[in-house]
C-alpha cells in the first residue's frame, strides 16, 4: 500500500470521526484500517488518532496533518467530479468560431438541438470572417470553426464539407427589370455594387470570379457584414450577392430581385475546420461527433 491509500484512509477515519464508517465508505475492514493507521502513526513517528468507545478523535498532530491531507482530497474529489461531469456533459464549455453565412446558413439549428440535449455545456460563439476564425484556430482561441468557403488551412488543420449553397445577384425595386432576362457580368459593370470587405473570404472569392470574366472587381459600397448588404440592397444603394437560401423570403416578399447571369456563379460551401494536433474537451468532442453525423445524414 502505497502513501496515497494511507492518507486517504487516514482523510475517511478524521472526516467521520470513525474506523467503522470509513471502513464501510471504502469497502474495506475496520481491522485492515485500524492496522494501515498504525503503520502511518509508525512512519511519522506521532499519534494520529485518540480511539474511545464513542469513535476516533484526532490528536493535535493528527488536526494538523488532517488540515493539509483534507484541502488535498477535497480538491482531487472536486477535480474528479468535474471530469464525471463533463464526460456525462452535465458542464463543459466550446468555444466557436463561425462566419456570418455559416452560422445563419447552418450551424444555428444545429446548436440549437446541441443545447436541446446538453443544456449544461456552455457555448461561446466568436463572429469571425473566415480568415480570422482560421488564425483564431491556429492561434488555439478556439475548439474549432465552422466557416464558409474559399479558406486557406495547412496541416494539422483540417476541414469537411458540411453544407453546400450558392449565392445570388440581387437588386432593389430600381433594378427590378434586370430581372427579366440572364445579363453578362460586362452588361452590369456600370451598375453599383456592394460587396463585403477585402479582409473577407468572399471578397476574394468575387475578386477571383471576375478576374476569371477578363473584369476586375470594383465595389462602390463596402459593408462589414453580410446582415448588412440586404438591407443595403432593398434600399437601392446597388446590387450585390447573397446567399440564395437567406434573401428566399426577401425575394418571395418582392423586397428584392434576382438577377440572372450568364456566367455561372461559384459553387460555395460551409465547413467544419479543426485542429488535428490540438487536444479537444469532451464537450467539444460531442459537439464535433454531431455536426460530423448531422454532415454524412
Known sequence: MNNYDYYR?????????????????L???????????????HSLDCKLFVRTNRG?????????????????????????????????????????????????????SRLERFHEKYPHVRLKLVNYSTPQAVESLENGLVDFAVVTTPLDIKEPVRKVYLHTFREVLLGGSKYRQL?????SLQELADI????????????RLYIQYYAEHGLDLAPDMEAATTDQILPLIEHNLGIGYYPEELAEKAVSHSRVFSIPLKEPLPVRHVCLVWDSARPKSIAAKKMLEVLMKDRQA
Not at 468535474?82 to 464526460?87: F, M, N, T, V
Not at 430581372?179 to 445579363?183: N, T
Open 192 to 203: 453599383p455594387l456592394i460587396s463585403l470587405g477585402v479582409e473577407t473570404g468572399t471578397r
Open 27 to 41: 469497502n474495506n475492514s475496520q481491522p485492515n484500517l485500524t492496522r494501515y493507521m498504525n503503520n502511518l502513526e
Open 56 to 108: 476516533a478523535h484526532l490528536t493535535p498532530e493528527g488536526e494538523k496533518l488532517y488540515r493539509h491531507i483534507a484541502i488535498a482530497f477535497e480538491h482531487i474529489y472536486a477535480g474528479e467530479e468535474e471530469l464525471r461531469k463533463d464526460h456525462s456533459l452535465e458542464s463543459g464549455q466550446i468555444i466557436v468560431a463561425a462566419s456570418e453565412t455559416a452560422l445563419r446558413l447552418y450551424l444555428l
Open 9 to 25: 484512509i487516514f482523510y475517511y477515519v478524521a472526516k467521520y470521526q470513525s474506523f467503522t464508517k470509513a471502513a464501510e465508505l
Open 179 to 183: 430581372s427579366a432576362v440572364p445579363h
